[in-house]
Nanobody, 125 residues
Framework: QVQLVESGGGLVQAGGSLRLSCVAS????????LGWFRQAPGQEREFVAG????????RYADSVKGRFTISKDNYKNSLYLQMNSLKPEDTATYFC??????????????????WGQGTAVTVSS
């Protein structure tokens, strides 16, 4: 079992920045990958960014490339999402997720087994 707890959401003006954190606990091995997803009201959950446990492999949704950065701290078992130049369309609940069923970092939510409870991000115009 893996437990994930997100934090760092809040209200920010357009153009501002936020840093989301996700603390992972439980049985995590080197085969795991981690990801951030988001879900806006009435919308499907969508992939934002993902990273292999080695921290080398990363991938981003086109909508956030150049603005968001995923990173991790192995000593703290933590995953981060630095969000810059935020836009109102970034408003959503952001979820941290982990999985090990694929040999690559997937963008599909079906590739992730464990999920956090989410943290809300609101970007005002």
């Amino acid at each position: 079992q893996v437990q994930l707890v997100e934090s760092g959401g809040g209200l920010v003006q357009a153009g501002g920045s936020l840093r989301l954190s996700c603390v992972a606990s439980g049985r995590i091995t080197g085969s795991y990958y981690l990801g951030w997803f988001r879900q806006a009201p009435g919308q499907e959950r969508e992939f934002v960014a993902g990273m292999g446990w080695n921290g080398i492999t990363t991938r981003y949704a086109d909508s956030v490339k150049g603005r968001f950065t995923i990173s991790k701290d192995n000593y703290k078992n933590s995953l981060y999402l630095q969000m810059n130049s935020l836009k109102p369309e970034d408003t959503a609940t952001y979820f941290c997720a982990a999985g090990d069923v694929k040999q690559y970092v997937p963008a599909a939510s079906s590739g992730y087994v464990y999920w956090g409870q989410g943290t809300a991000v609101t970007v005002s115009s």
